[in-house]
């Protein structure tokens, strides 16, 4: 038994990489496992229906999807339309975390202000993205302003209460410490405030950006040349469901690369900041 001590030294180490690939194997099973039972009754209920236009299979879908991917389509290049929906995004995104970010901080330190926003940031939550979209029509007549105002009105206020929730969490005591040093106020907001509200930003963009990647599509539906919405509104109207499909998966992928890619790596760095004794060094920062 005692002949072959490498043997024996090496079983231990065998048996704990055999358990790790079982477990990365399980992992995988878990996570791919519904998706391939999900796309096989998809084919199968696709072809008993048998109507390919309006219930296409998986081969359809996939066949559009890389002609996505090589950028043909009959509208044009897919990434120009891909191209001008992410910039349309970003804009209304950049103004949802400014705009959002500023009033959130006053609300959170000045309640007749909190009291003044609060009924309002509520009803242009509740108000459906369409809506806002047929408003700026309206108001503005179609043009590439309606869906970067229509995203950043239904964006803003779920920044401005995120922020607003953390402006509050800043202790009263290290505020008025900051003011006995007569610090500006620049000084107190990127030395005081900026810190504790860093992880309510963070958490606020990561959800403002998934919803705004839906919310973007549907405002490029009315009356735009370009953008994804615009192919989603093209094929609907020629009642072709399979290049719908393909684009509604290429906005899911892009949204979960940035999200799991950008967002959450970033979240999860300064989510360290959160309860972080922050005062002395703020004050370290201001004096």
């Known amino acids: 038994m005692t002949d072959n001590p490498i043997a024996l030294d090496d079983r231990p180490a065998a048996s704990v990489r055999a358990s790790a690939f079982r477990r990365r194997l399980r992992a995988v099973a878990v996570g791919v496992g519904p998706v391939l039972v999900a796309i096989a009754v998809w084919w199968i209920v696709a072809l008993i229906l048998g109507r390919a236009r309006v219930y296409p299979t998986p081969d359809v879908v996939a066949k559009t999807l890389v002609e996505i991917l090589q950028g043909k389509g009959q509208l044009g290049s897919s990434y120009a ?16 975390i400014v705009v959002g970010t500023g009033l959130g901080v006053l609300a959170g330190r000045v309640r007749v202000v909190f009291s003044l926003v609060e009924n309002i940031v509520w009803v242009f939550m509740a108000v ?55 610090a500006t ?34 405002a490029e539906v009315v009356g735009l040349a370009s953008g ?40 999860r760095r300064v989510g360290r900041w959160k309860g972080r004794p922050v005062g002395d060094a703020a004050i370290g920062r201001i004096g």
Do not use: C
């Open 128 to 182: 459906p993205s369409i809506v806002w979209v047929f408003i700026f029509v309206v108001a503005m007549g179609i043009s590439e302003v309606v869906p970067v105002a229509a995203v950043a009105a239904l964006l803003t206020p779920m920044v401005l209460v995120n922020v607003a929730e953390g402006a509050k969490s800043v202790p009263a005591d290290i505020v008025e410490m900051s003011r006995s040093y007569k």
């Open 185 to 218: 106020t620049w000084q107190r907001l990127t030395g005081v405030f900026l810190p504790y509200l860093v992880p309510y930003i963070a958490a606020s963009a990561r959800t403002s950006f998934a919803l705004g990647v839906k919310l973007v599509v549907v």
């Open 81 to 96: 339309h891909v191209a001008a929906t992410m910039g349309r995004l970003l804009a209304a995104f950049s103004v949802a």
């Open 228 to 267: 994804v919405g615009y192919e989603l509104n093209y094929w609907y109207d020629r009642l072709f469901m399979g290049p719908i499909v393909a684009w509604g998966i290429v906005m899911i992928v892009i949204g979960l690369v940035v999200d799991y890619g950008v967002f959450g790596p970033i979240e």
